[in-house]
Each structure stands twice: as C-alpha cells, then as structure tokens.
C-alpha cells in the first residue's frame, strides 16, 4: 500500500519561510500535489510535481525527489490567511487509473 | 463557469439506513472522485468515475457504491450506514482523465446516530 509523512504541525511568524516536508511510500508513483485546506473549507490545488526539481507558483514553490521518495511545500512572506493544513498527496498509476492518496495533513499557524 | 456543488450540506442520519449525496462537477470536467474526509484527517479516495464508468476504488467496502451520468454529476451511495461512516465527503472534479489539478465541492457533512 500507501504510506505519506508530513509533520502534524508547524509554526511560523508573518514574513518568514517555512518548509513542509512530504516522504512517501508507495508503488506506481506518478506525482506529488498539494493542496490547501482552511477550516471549514474545501481544499484547493496548489501545486503538482510530477518530475524531480523545484516548481513556483508566486509565493508558494513545491520541490520533488523521485529517487529520495520526497518532496516539500514552501512558503514564503507567510501571511496570516496562509494559516490552514496542507496536505501532501501522492497520485498511483494503475491500470490506466491514477489513484490519490492524501497524506494526515500538516497545520500551519501563522503568528503576527 | 460554475464550480464544483454538493447537496446536502448536512445530513444525519441512523445506523442501518442508506444515503445519498449529489455532486454536480465543474463545467467541462469528465473526471469526478469522492473521498471521505474525518476530523483532523486527509481525505481518503474512495472512488473515481470517468465517462459513466468506475475505473479507481480505494479502500472502501462495496456498501459504498456511485454513478456518474452523462452531464457528469454524480452521486456517492452508502448502505447500511455505520457510525464511523460519520465524516465531510467531499468530491472534486477535473477536465480529463490523469489531469492533476482537481476542484473539491465544498462537502457533505454526514453525521450518523
């Protein structure tokens, strides 16, 4: 089966950097994606690594290493809306299908 | 464009019974997977259909079925209900098969007594 490591929580102040990081188990890898999820809320794409190196997206930038089995979400001038879980979730390749698997979820608090 | 909707919002129900949630995907997707999300948990797949057909399940017994039909809504049923079946079920969308980027609705809160 699946298996994904993020840290269950992180904290930070506004205007800093933070990292979230996203090991994995599994077989038929296809990619690594990220979504966001404030309370309440729906979660929302952010960002896909289906290649290894670095991908941007203005604040937030998602690393992928294949051959290591991991990856990592940074933010950086964190504000104070960015405090939400983020969830890393690995995408299977089987039998035509690509099938999800989201890992526990990591919240992040964002101090003034 | 319309997002992704869900109905109900809530439900309760009690042990035993069946249920059915809707979802009406985003406009032009054909893709649409439902996932069962607890409190304090990362959504769990349960299953993904793609033109009206089943073609990825998770972990999931098959008291918990779908369809999808031909203007790609779609709905998750759920038999013989059970009290850990209590969570936010959510489906999200995307426009082709292997696409990465999905749209969630905003979710089902089900809570069963």
């Known amino acids: 089966g699946q298996s994904l490591e993020q840290p269950s929580e992180v904290t930070a102040v506004e205007g800093a950097i933070v990292q979230i990081n996203c090991t994995y188990q599994?077989?038929?890898?296809?990619?690594l994606s990220w979504y966001q999820q404030h309370d309440g809320g729906a979660p929302t794409f952010l960002s896909y690594?289906?290649?290894?190196g670095l991908e941007e997206t203005g604040r937030f930038s998602s690393f992928l290493s294949r051959s290591d089995s991991y990856g990592y979400l940074l933010l950086q001038e964190l504000q104070m809306k960015d405090s939400a879980s983020y969830f890393c979730a690995v995408s299977t390749s089987s039998g035509g299908s690509y099938i999800p698997t989201f890992g526990r979820g990591t919240s992040l608090i964002v101090h003034p | 464009e319309t997002g992704v909707t869900q109905s109900p919002t809530h439900l309760i129900k009690t042990r035993g019974q069946q249920v059915t949630l809707r979802c009406s995907s985003q406009?032009?997707?054909?893709?649409v997977s439902w996932y069962q999300q607890a409190l304090g948990q990362g959504p769990q797949f349960i299953f993904q259909y793609y033109r009206e057909e089943e073609n990825g399940r998770g972990n999931f017994p098959p008291r918990f079925s779908g369809l999808q039909f031909p203007n790609y809504s779609s709905e998750l049923n759920v038999n013989a209900l059970e009290l850990d079946d209590s969570a936010l079920y959510l489906c999200a969308s995307r426009t082709v098969q292997g696409d990465n980027e999905q749209f969630f609705g905003p979710g089902t809160r089900l809570t069963v007594l």
């Open positions: 599994t077989s038929g890898f296809y990619g």
């Open positions: 690594n289906g290649l290894d």
């Open positions: 406009s032009g997707h054909n893709t």
